[in-house]
């Protein structure tokens, strides 16, 4: 355990605490720190998912805080916690406690899933630095500053600046670095991206994202989120009679709203009409979506932090179920027996209508929202009477001492629609039961082979496009058939050969250039790696992947990549070049600086000849 470890600032992200405490502490050494805090030398100072969290509330003292205050005000979880599954939540609240398994964090929340990059370097606000310095006596990393897709600071709405610190851990995987420290040794740069133009909806989307940040908001469930995105949709005329979504309509009003250089700027560029992550977020939910791509639908919604926090009153304007029957020929009349209650909104009106089904066949229609308990055993229009329903109206038909008006009376409906029921309606059923189907089918057939007639050579994707809703008829009620008339897959065209020879000479360039910049670096030697190669060339995949199918470019990096033995030495030239004069020069201080752990014999002669 160790006996002291900093206060966390407000916003302030736990690795920023960290990086704190080791400057405090005056730890030189990368792994020390991390073996201090958490009793693991190789673990990734990360900055938005910390892991080991309880590993850490061990080492340090009690009173400084707590597991929940450090995961809810501290990292950068809350960010994604409203918009996963609620199983999805729990496990990544276990691997953050105690990361002991394989699985990797970021994989089980389905970032790389999800399209959207991760800030490339750690950023910092201008003024937030004044504040702080003034408040608290030093500056620190905040956590709304290292949000995804947030190019400025909420609080005073002025466009961040990067550092050259990385974001992911490449080149700094151990090593925890203050935002003092990074200012002091110059390793900040000016915001390159000129392209990025401060306007309302670029605040709007940074403000919506630190509002759910701040807001310890619980999963809302997939389903939950889909049926607030749809019921606001429909407000909007959105949503069909059948309760089908207008994505083309919806496509373009929304990349009307965001013009595309704002979309591309966040990675959520629309180019096509179908598969879209708007159909994605939109359909049946299989599959998780950033947050920020949530914050931009619901901007164009209209919608802020408020709709979330309540988004399961919003989602129930009829009230909790179960609801009451309102069919008067059963026993359970005016008793809470439906359970089924499907809510959509009216065209012109944008007011909810909810269809409650008993299970004696009983559906009726009521639009919403309920306001008083009398609203409960209201029903604007009957959807569907049922058999029992029926079977009493004719029993009660047949009834010679009661009155046609007692007669309607007591089966809840008008003289004309109980006279309609009692007697014809078992025929009218029958006739269209049998007769609109057949109807249907020579409809659709018809359609379809018009549609394949029109076409030379089809192919099945352009008939499905053409005409998808006869396509997908058939599949679903006369899929033989279908098959039968359809062409057969056509074979996949090859794809166009990658001319590697042209390639190679292509990537030879470049990654000299990398080479030359890494040995000349004025600073801290970096060691040449294919890695840090890769990092420093525009296309990194091809030598991260294809290498082997570039000799020239292989034979160049392999003469020049170090070995462990040639970075030390280098390591230790740049030391002993650059140690300052006030400073006493000491075996296990010089060893200390360079960061030697380990040496080997020919290291050990090495400085031996350089210290005598």
Known sequence: MISYFPSLYPDEVLYSACARYKKHTNIKAQKTSMEALFRNNHLTASVDFPSNINMLLQQIPRDVITYETLLQKHTLFPFYKPFLPLERVEKVRELMLDHRCTHNIPGTIGIMSYGISAPRNLRYCEDCISED????????????????????????????????????????????IT????????????????????????????????????????????????????????????????????????IIDF???????????????????????????????????????????????DADINNLLNIKKELQPFGKGPWFCLNPAIDHFHKQTIKDCRISYCTHSNLPIGMFSCSCGFTYLRKGPDKTWADKFRKDRVYSFGEVWIAECKKVYKNPELSLREKSRRMGVDPKTFIRYSTSICVESSVTKTVKPHIELEKRTKRLLENINNHLTPARSIIRQENPRDYIWHYRNNREWLYSILPKNSTRINKQRIDWLKVDNEMLGPVRSAINNIFKYDGKPIRVTRAEISRRVENPNIIEYSLNKLPKTREVISSFIESTEEYQIRRINWVFDNWKKDIELSMWRFKREVGINKESEFIKKYLKILFS
Request: aromatic share 10%.
């Open 255 to 301: 990349k009307n709203f965001f013009n595309n250089e704002l979309l591309f700027l966040l990675e959520s560029s629309i180019q096509k009409e179908t598969d879209t992550w708007l159909h994605k977020l939109l359909r049946k939910p299989r599959v998780t979506c950033h947050p920020i791509r949530h914050i931009l639908f619901l901007l164009f919604l």
């Open 133 to 176: 310095s003034l408040n608290y006596g030093e500056i620190y990393w905040h956590r709304e500053h290292q949000l995804p897709g947030i190019f400025h600071c909420d609080k005073h709405q002025k466009l961040l600046l990067e550092t050259t610190i990385n974001y992911s851990g490449k080149g700094r995987k151990h090593n925890l």
């Open 179 to 250: 935002l003092e420290e990074a200012i002091n040794e110059c390793k900040y740069i000016k915001p390159s991206r000129s392209y990025i133009v401060q306007n309302d909806l670029m605040l709007k989307i940074s403000n919506l994202a630190c509002e759910l940040l701040r807001h310890n908001i619980s999963s809302l469930g997939l389903e939950t989120i889909r049926s607030f995105y749809k019921a606001a949709l429909s407000k909007k005329g959105y949503i069909t009679r059948k309760g089908n979504i207008r994505f083309k309509d919806l």
